[in-house]
């Protein structure tokens, strides 16, 4: 049967006198092959003989082969023409179909390449952005930055100054007014009932409000944070020490019974 060639045509089958001619030469080249064999055989050394002698023999035999060979001129396996199309056609068709597997390999890399390098822009093209967004605002910041001088941030912080001392003066006034209201003196009705009642309890005409209290200890908590301890007089009226002291507000000294402080709220 004819061989098929890649393009699906079937290629050229020899003639027999080419047959023929090719045979007897295959025969002939097979027959010099066994008297070389056979010589090869020959000539083995004994297996008594010292390996590494052995081994250098055989590398000698091999470079003087090799010398041999590159003195020979290469010569035609055949003379006839048709045998040497054939044989060329056959070779040219299998390094055809190695070059076009490589082809294949290296197309498909091609492509890996090139998406990977899509990919590699891509990234490129977003980390761009995302620089060009920083910068601008590392130099907006710096603007501002510039912008800003050490009068205005005084002056900012003598505002948010101000504004708390008023915010903290109102709270103090809410408080006073409640403390006021719900927790007044025990002086708050007539001279004449209030004179007949501080001979009967004994108050002190110089009792300070509870409001007052507070404002004492608050202060002294800010002034003195590393001794922030009232000592306790008559101008403090016991019922509100006691009061502070039972609900958490105040808490009294370990070592002086006639010293409280602000209890730590925080």
């Known amino acids: 049967m004819a061989e098929v060639k890649p393009g699906g045509q079937p290629a050229a089958e020899l003639s027999e006198a080419a047959q023929s001619e090719l045979l007897d030469l295959c025969e002939d080249q097979f027959a010099q092959l066994e008297k070389l064999q056979n010589e090869i055989i020959l000539c083995e050394p004994d ?27 290469p010569k035609l396996l055949a003379a006839n023409s048709e045998v040497l199309l054939q044989a060329g056609k056959e070779e040219m068709l299998k390094l055809c179909s190695e070059l076009e597997m490589v082809l294949s390999c290296y197309e498909a890399k091609r492509d890996k390449l090139r998406e990977t390098k899509e990919l590699e822009q891509k990234w490129l093209e977003e980390k761009k952005q995302v620089l060009i967004a920083a910068t601008d605002h590392a130099e907006r910041l710096q603007m501002e930055k510039e912008k800003l001088s050490e009068h205005s941030v005084l002056q900012d912080t003598k505002a ?7 915010y903290q003066e109102s709270l103090m006034e809410s408080l006073g007014d409640v403390l006021e209201k719900h927790v007044p003196l025990p002086q708050n009705e007539s001279s004449t009932n209030r004179k007949k009642k501080n001979i009967e309890l004994g108050l002190n005409e110089d009792l300070i409000s509870l409001n007052e209290i507070l404002e004492v200890l608050m202060n002294k908590v800010l002034n003195t944070p590393h001794d922030p301890y009232v000592t306790i007089d008559d101008t403090f ?3 509100y020490i006691e009061m502070l002291l039972r609900y958490g507000i105040a808490v009294r000294h370990q070592e002086n019974n006639f010293k409280i402080r602000l209890e730590t709220f925080f």
């Open 47 to 73: 297996l008594c003989e010292n390996p590494q002698e052995q081994s250098v023999n055989r590398l000698m035999a091999t470079d003087a082969e090799l010398k041999q060979w590159l003195t020979v001129e």
């Open 160 to 166: 948010k100054i101000r504004k708390m001392k008023v």
């Open 237 to 239: 009226w016991p019922p």
